[in-house]
C-alpha cells in the first residue's frame, strides 16, 4: 500500500539555540557589503508592508466645493 504523506527529510533541519542562530545571523550579515544589507532591507520592507514602487503612486484627492 502505498504512503499517503511524503516524507519529511530530516537531514534539512538542525535543532540550534536561540543564542547560536543569533551569533549565525550576525556572522550572515556582517559578511555582506553594506550595498547588499540595504537592497536586503529594501527587499524585507517591500514584503512587509505590500510596496510595489512599480505601481504605487501618490494618491490625488479632488474636492468640490459650490459657492453660495
Same mark, same amino acid.
Given at each position: 500500500?502505498? =504512503? +499517503?504523506?511524503?516524507? !519529511?527529510?530530516? +537531514? %534539512?533541519?538542525?535543532? *540550534?539555540?536561540?543564542?547560536?542562530? =543569533? %551569533?549565525?545571523? &550576525? *556572522? $550572515?550579515? &556582517?559578511?555582506? *557589503?553594506?550595498?547588499?544589507? #540595504?537592497?536586503?532591507? =529594501?527587499?524585507?520592507?517591500?514584503?512587509? $508592508? %505590500? $510596496?510595489?514602487? %512599480?505601481?504605487? &503612486? #501618490?494618491?490625488?484627492? !479632488?474636492?468640490?466645493? *459650490? &459657492?453660495?
Amino acid at each position: 500500500m502505498p =504512503e +499517503s504523506h511524503p516524507r !519529511l527529510d530530516r +537531514s %534539512a533541519f538542525s535543532i *540550534t539555540s536561540f543564542a547560536k542562530a =543569533e %551569533a549565525d545571523d &550576525r *556572522t $550572515y550579515w &556582517r559578511s555582506l *557589503t553594506p550595498q547588499q544589507r #540595504i537592497e536586503a532591507l =529594501e527587499a524585507m520592507r517591500q514584503l512587509n $508592508y %505590500a $510596496y510595489d514602487p %512599480a505601481s504605487d &503612486r #501618490i494618491q490625488r484627492t !479632488l474636492e468640490v466645493i *459650490t &459657492r453660495a
